[in-house]
């Protein structure tokens, strides 16, 4: 007995054509040029389907050759966002082409309003973030990690949003890989909040003081005395 998951997946030709629906219509919408062979057997198939699958075969090539013709576009990111620009859109719908990125937008967006309250505490100033961490305590010590929690979670979600919108542009996003971009997220997050909270301000003014042997660069004006 098929579980109701696999019950709901549609058939092979159905998602051959589906798929080479929507190559089709991309590559034409490009400006691509599309042999007249592969839209008739597309359209064919669409619109008299073989009772007994005898076009399938016909289908199969026609996919091939129109996968080659859309790369680096893969087919089924094609029909994805096919299936996400005909949903219905929400007043309170982030802008977005996929989930991930709504969801990725969503958390940047927390991060910053988490970022300006937390920046207006008086709780949060030089003192606070020059110094090591096991010196503070109490809402002092709250308010500051929200504050390094929200910077890293901007950062994160930046790095995030910037590296999937090269796979939207040229159309070859996998949602297999969502939960891998979640992930990083949270490293992004933590690695950011270990580097503040762990590393004070004044030890990373320090080295680079000596590394810079605290003499003036070439060419550049002598400070006053």
Not at 58 to 77: D, F, I, S
Not at 83 to 91: H, L, M, N
Not at 126 to 141: F, H, I, K
Not at 159 to 174: G, K, P
Request: glycine share 8%; proline share 6%.
């Amino acid at each position: 007995m098929s579980s109701p998951s696999h019950a709901r997946q549609p058939g092979l030709r159905d998602q051959i054509l589906r798929e080479c629906a929507e190559m089709v219509r991309y590559a034409l919408s490009s400006g691509r040029r599309v042999p007249a062979a592969l839209v008739q057997t597309v359209e064919t198939a669409r619109l008299a389907p073989a009772a007994d699958g005898s076009d399938l075969a016909a289908l199969a090539g026609a996919h091939e050759r129109l996968a080659k013709l859309v790369a680096p576009a893969t087919p089924q990111a094609l029909v994805l966002f096919a299936e996400e620009e005909g949903r219905e859109r929400g007043v309170l719908r982030l802008p977005g082409p996929v989930r991930l990125v709504r969801r990725m937008a969503l958390a940047a967006l927390v991060s910053v309003g988490l970022f300006i309250v937390s920046s207006l505490s008086r709780y949060v100033n030089v003192s606070s973030n020059s110094g090591d961490v096991l010196d503070l305590w109490g809402m002092r010590l709250l308010a500051n990690e929200v504050f390094w929690l929200s910077s890293a979670g901007v950062g994160a979600s930046f790095a995030m949003l910037f590296q999937v919108n090269e796979f939207i542009v040229d159309r070859s996003y996998d949602p297999k890989y969502e939960s891998s971009y979640w992930i990083k997220f949270l490293i992004g997050v933590i690695a950011g909040f270990i580097m503040v909270a762990l590393i004070p301000l004044d030890a990373v003014e320090g080295a680079a003081g000596s590394a810079g042997g605290g003499a003036s660069a070439p060419g550049a004006p002598a400070r006053p005395t």
